[in-house]
T-cell receptor, first 110, second 113 residues
Framework: SQQGEEDPQALSIQEGENATMNCSYKTSINNLQWYRQNSGRGLVHLILIRSNEREKHSGRLRVTLDTSKKSSSLLITASRAADTASYFCATDPGYSTLTFGKGTMLLVSP | DGGITQSPKYLFRKEGQNVTLSCEQNLNHDAMYWYRQDPGQGLRLIYYSQIVNDFQKGDIAEGYSVSREKKESFPLTVTSAQKNPTAFYLC????????????FGSGTRLTVV
């Protein structure tokens, strides 16, 4: 069963704008991870945030985690056309496999 | 270069045939996973293996089989019992998923003809 649910399903922005994607989940987690998938390719691990962390940065990526609301957000600042991809959140309960959401499709137009 | 390789990239299957998808990794990862991806449904877990000679069913194992005879290899067989096999199949591996996440292959697109 899929635990993470991303919102919105699709997002279209212009280059230079910020993109924000949200993920909600249902049960307790050890950590939450974000992945990126270019069309027709495999997923690439972007960032991992642990349950005791509230915010994490990596380059132009900023991830927040609110365990009380069971939600996370991924912010991509100053988007580029090359950021066009699908973005997935994955929850790790700590004792089993990752569970992936359905993803957000991001289109960044030049 | 270390990585995870899936082959073939595209595969066509006739009705009633079994086909095997290859997944090989040289990352020295203990755990390996098979996911199926359909449009709009995200990734669904088929099988996973945390150690050689051992594997567990995922959420949608019916119609699939796997083996894990070597640490580097985790092939997936799509049997004729799988009624709707057309999908994008992704293999992944991990050493310590709670700290480093999964490494994915580039996928195999299977089409029934």
């Amino acid at each position: 069963s899929q635990q993470g649910e991303e919102d919105p399903q699709a997002l279209s922005i212009q280059e230079g704008e910020n993109a924000t994607m949200n993920c909600s989940y249902k049960t307790s987690i050890n950590n939450l991870q974000w992945y990126r998938q270019n069309s027709g390719r495999g997923l690439v691990h972007l960032i991992l945030i642990r349950s005791n962390e509230r915010e994490k940065h990596s380059g132009r990526l900023r991830v927040t985690l609110d365990t009380s609301k069971k939600s996370s957000s991924l912010l991509i600042t100053a988007s580029r056309a090359a950021d066009t991809a699908s973005y997935f959140c994955a929850t790790d309960p700590g004792y089993s496999t990752l569970t992936f959401g359905k993803g957000t499709m991001l289109l960044v137009s030049p | 270069d270390g990585g995870i390789t899936q082959s073939p990239k595209y595969l066509f299957r006739k009705e009633g045939q079994n086909v095997t998808l290859s997944c090989e990794q040289n990352l020295n990862h203990d755990a390996m996973y098979w996911y199926r991806q359909d449009p709009g449904q995200g990734l669904r877990l088929i099988y996973y293996s945390q150690i050689v000679n051992d594997f567990q069913k995922g959420d949608i194992a019916e119609g699939y089989s796997v083996s894990r005879e070597k640490k580097e290899s985790f092939p997936l067989t799509v049997t004729s019992a799988q009624k709707n096999p057309t999908a994008f199949y992704l293999c992944a591996s991990s050493w310590d998923s709670s700290n480093y996440g999964y490494t994915f292959g580039s996928g195999t697109r299977l089409t029934v003809v």
